[in-house]
């Protein structure tokens, strides 16, 4: 069967009403008829359901339909991205580790690579995104363990070679962890294409519709484990309630991505020779620096593009305020198109240099586009710019 049948069809067992979607388990904890069946929940290798700090009929469910879209051997789901990310990170590295990175990464992410871990004795190094195999090499340290990426990166969309970076990891026998939440497995299916792990903000293509917050760590069942044994304890639980929410979005997931990243396509390119706009940046379209990478890479162009206006800073702010229809929001790969200005928010803490070595120039605009019908957004954006 294909993978979507698969995720369609596979759900919690059903109880004794024969609901047809999965019911939802409120329960923190759950009992036992007799202490001998309790005793046996609590041994090794158990995987019955004791208490939804551990798991929940819910995120189970959750875990096995993201298993089937990732090509993944086990999971853990957390309560948002960020929980996902340090948890990783925190359950396979010790004081000494190193971490090597792609500078591009999610704001939250740089700031607990610069300023958490380094109180626990764990480095990081950062290399350019387009830099080289020597350049990689350049920034290993002995106590490299880790190599992370994103790709597309954010805001400026530009890629990194996952395969390439696959094998410079099984090389330097480095645990690989690929940051997927701006592909989705609709695009891209790291693991197939030698990641170890991959980790998700599930807040923003997998809900898709702006409502809850949510994180995935998915990969080799044997490093879940280990991640799973520091999770139980540390206790990081994506809510039942949420992981309902998102395990039903699942069943829409790949019509909505496929749908965005139509809609997207075809407004970059229209816009792509505007005259107020100097640069534009999608991955599927011809003008993409690193386009034979993404069509290899990428089944899709992705829901997001982002362009410089002629006019910088000043032209950016003015722009989102001349937006009718896009929303000015944080968030991305909605069903509700958003416009961001990265040089005059999320990014406006770094200095000029710091932005530009990770593609934000001054009039950058990054687009997340939703499911509106295109031609209200494009005359949204082209209205704006006139
Ligand atoms: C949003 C985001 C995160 C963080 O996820 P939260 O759910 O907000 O904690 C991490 N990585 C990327 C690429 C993101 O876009």
Redesign the pocket.
């Known amino acids: 069967m294909h993978d979507n049948t698969r995720l369609i069809r596979s759900h919690v067992p059903h109880t004794s009403y024969g609901e047809h979607s999965s019911p939802l388990y409120l329960n923190s904890s759950f009992s036992f008829p007799d202490a001998e069946s309790m005793q046996a929940a609590f041994e090794e290798g158990s995987e019955a359901t004791v208490y939804s700090r551990y798991s929940n009929p819910n995120t189970d469910e959750l875990i096995d339909r993201l298993c089937i879209l990732e090509n993944a051997e086990d999971g853990w789901v957390t309560?948002?991205?960020?929980?996902?990310?340090f948890t990783c990170f925190s359950a396979l590295l010790s004081q000494g580790d190193h971490i090597l990175a792609c500078r591009s990464?999610?704001g939250?992410?740089h700031q607990i690579f610069s300023t958490i871990f380094p109180k626990w004795g764990i480095s990081h190094s950062y290399f350019d995104v387009n830099a080289t195999e020597e350049n990689w090499e350049a920034c290993l340290d002995k106590n490299t363990k880790v190599l992370f990426i994103?790709s597309p990166t954010?805001p400026a969309l530009e890629l990194l070679d996952i395969e390439a970076l696959g094998s410079f990891a099984k090389k330097h026998n480095l645990i690989f962890v690929v940051?997927n939440?701006?592909a989705t497995p609709i695009l891209q299916k790291p693991l197939n294409l030698g990641a170890d792990l991959v980790?998700?903000?599930?807040?923003?293509f997998i809900d898709g519709q702006g409502r809850v917050?949510?994180?995935v760590i998915l990969g080799k069942k044997e490093l879940i484990k280990e991640i799973g044994a520091f999770a139980r304890h540390s206790g990081p639980s994506l809510s039942p309630f949420h992981a309902w929410l998102l395990s039903n979005s699942l069943e829409t997931f790949e019509l909505r991505v496929r749908e965005k990243s139509k809609n997207a396509h075809w407004i970059a390119e229209q816009l792509e020779s505007h005259p107020g706009i100097s640069s534009l940046n999608y991955p599927h379209l011809p003008s993409h620096p690193q386009y034979d990478l993404a069509i290899k890479q990428m089944k899709y162009g992705g829901a997001l593009f982002c362009f410089e206006l002629k006019g910088g800073l000043e032209a950016g702010a003015n722009f989102l305020n001349k937006l009718s229809i896009c929303s000015l929001t944080?968030?991305?790969?909605d069903c509700k198109s958003i416009a961001s200005h990265p040089a005059s928010t999320t990014h406006s803490k770094l200095t000029e240099q710091e932005r530009l070595a990770v593609g934000i120039s001054p009039g950058l605009i990054r687009i997340s586009v939703g499911l509106e019908h295109p031609e209200d957004i494009l005359n949204d954006i082209l209205n704006a710019l006139a």
């Not at 944080?330 to 790969?333: E, I, R, Y």
């Open positions: 309560a948002s991205g960020m929980a996902a990310i990464v999610f939250s992410t994103e954010n940051d939440c701006f980790v998700h903000s599930m807040t923003k917050l949510g994180g944080t968030n991305l790969g």
